[in-house]
């Protein structure tokens, strides 16, 4: 079946740090990648997504690579702020008998002190 | 503005009761799904519409339920059979044409079981 896998968190960094939040997948087939936030008490919202391989996503400072042959989508951000603090999810969406059902990974939490 | 709501914020059961959780969307969206967030255990899809008077089962539906009576509304209901339904639970939409849909989520429903 599919699968996402992200690190383990918390994640703790100072302001201004740079932040990576490695993401792996499996799937049976091309999916489309996305990162998802949720900030405290939230739901959550899209962050940015690719839909091929070598696509960058882009939002907010954060990007994203559609890595097919290590099948992998990390995020990045060169500077991160206080209000980054959030947990952030991974997740894959493939067509399965005309549905799309999205596969999360986990969620790791971001943690930025001043 | 379009999106979706989830009331109520905040729900206290007693063990044994049944309740509903509601979830309106005004974006026109075709497919729904409600999830499930435990602490450190991500999203588990419960359950899945993806037309009025249609739904699927998710990966942990047993001891809850849902209707699809219109469009905009897919309300989960916890039944009493459900053994451990303190959780947060999230609802999401989206537009069901192809693997890159963004899902839309609600602010969530936080159920205390007392």
């Known amino acids: 079946g599919n699968s996402v896998t992200q690190m383990e968190g918390p994640v703790t960094l100072s302001e201004e740090a740079f932040l990576t939040i490695n993401c792996t997948y499996t799937?049976?087939?091309?999916?489309?990648l996305f990162w998802y936030v949720q900030y405290p008490g939230e739901g959550l919202q899209l962050l940015l997504k690719a839909t091929k391989a070598d696509d960058k996503g882009s939002n907010k400072g954060f990007e994203a690579t559609y890595r097919k042959e290590t099948t992998s989508f990390h995020l990045e951000k060169g500077s991160v702020q206080v209000s980054d603090s959030a947990v952030y999810f991974c997740a894959l969406s493939l067509s399965s008998g005309g549905s799309y059902i999205p596969t999360f990974g986990r969620g790791t939490s971001l943690i930025v002190h001043p | 503005d379009g999106g979706i709501t989830q009331s109520p914020k905040y729900l206290f059961r007693k063990e044994g009761q049944n309740v509903t959780l509601s979830c309106e969307q005004n974006l026109n969206h075709d497919a729904m799904y409600w999830y499930r967030q435990d602490p450190g255990q991500g999203l588990r899809l419960i359950y899945y519409?993806?037309?009025?008077?249609?739904?699927q089962k998710g990966d942990i539906a047993e001891g809850y339920s849902v209707s699809r009576e219109k469009k905009e509304s897919f309300p989960l209901t916890v039944t009493s059979a459900q053994k451990n339904p303190t959780a947060f639970y999230l609802c999401?939409?989206?537009?069901?044409?192809?693997?890159?849909?963004?899902?839309?989520f609600g602010p969530g429903t936080r159920l205390t079981v007392l």
């Open positions: 519409s993806q037309i009025v008077n249609d739904f």
């Open positions: 999401a939409s989206s537009t069901r044409t192809s693997s890159v849909d963004t899902q839309y």
């Open positions: 799937a049976t087939g091309y999916p489309s």
